[in-house]
């Protein structure tokens, strides 16, 4: 499967962005669809995901901010996320499934103070 992730973008602190995850195959035969960041000079991290049965997970840095959705039809995932902070800058990538090597190209989320 190929995952092309879009939405990022520049936005105010206290903004909104709806990023986006389009896989080329079905993600409903993954037991969860991810999102991570990776901020420069740090390490890849696990944002938010989402199980097959639509049960979700977040980091605690995002918790009540930002929402995990998925459309098995649309064999899409989304992250809305809001009253971003400066520090939600980086790349943001989806996965499919949470072990996988199936990542999407990342979208850059830069933040503004």
């Known amino acids: 499967v190929q995952l092309q992730a879009s939405g990022g973008g520049l936005v105010q602190a206290g903004g909104s962005l709806r990023l986006s995850c389009a896989a080329s195959g079905s993600i409903f035969s993954f037991n969860a669809m991810g999102w991570y960041c990776q901020a420069p000079g740090k390490r890849r991290e696990l944002v938010a995901f989402i199980t097959s049965s639509g049960g979700t997970v977040y980091a605690d840095s995002v918790k009540g901010r930002v929402t995990i959705s998925r459309d098995n039809a649309k064999n899409t995932v989304y992250l809305q996320m809001n009253s971003l902070k400066p520090e939600d800058t980086a790349i943001y990538y989806c996965?499919?499934?949470?072990?996988?090597?199936?990542w999407g190209q990342g979208t850059q989320v830069t933040v503004s103070s």
């Open positions: 996965r499919a499934g949470l072990t996988s090597n199936y």
